[in-house]
């Protein structure tokens, strides 16, 4: 029942911007580390970012300085601000939470999101 939904993908211009959000939903007891992870056409995927419950953030070294993530405890939502994008930034981008969800067992768990492209044009 717990899902994750990303949004703010799209196509930028190299130099150009993008704001990603994800939104978890369902019944979550507690939402641990959240982060964004990425995959390009014949590579592996990659973590971006990720942030843990006590805001702490880990970034690929490929995006220091020019990404940020942040989240929204009160809506279960964990953004990505890309800025400075660049063509290497091409990916599908997938949103991932590690969450207890409200059943018996309160066992964590990893959860990802479907997906969304981000494309930067030269």
């Known amino acids: 029942q717990v899902q994750l939904v990303e949004s703010g993908g799209g196509l930028v211009q190299a130099g150009g911007s993008l704001r990603l959000s994800c939104a978890a939903s369902?019944?979550?007891?507690?939402?641990?580390?959240m982060g964004w992870y990425r995959q390009a056409p014949g590579k592996q995927r990659e973590l971006v970012a990720s942030?843990?419950?006590?805001?702490?953030?880990n970034y690929a070294d490929s995006v220091k300085g020019r990404f940020a993530i942040s989240r929204d405890n009160a809506k279960n939502t964990v953004y990505l601000q890309m800025n400075s994008l660049k063509p290497e930034d091409t990916a599908y981008y997938y949103c991932?939470?590690?969450?207890?969800?409200?059943?018996?067992?309160?066992?964590?768990?990893?959860?990802w999101g479907q997906g969304t492209q981000v494309t930067v044009s030269s």
């Open positions: 991932n939470a590690d969450l207890i969800a409200a059943d018996p067992f309160l066992k964590i768990r990893t959860y």
């Open positions: 942030i843990n419950s006590g805001g702490s953030t």
């Open positions: 369902g019944n979550i007891f507690k939402i641990n580390a």
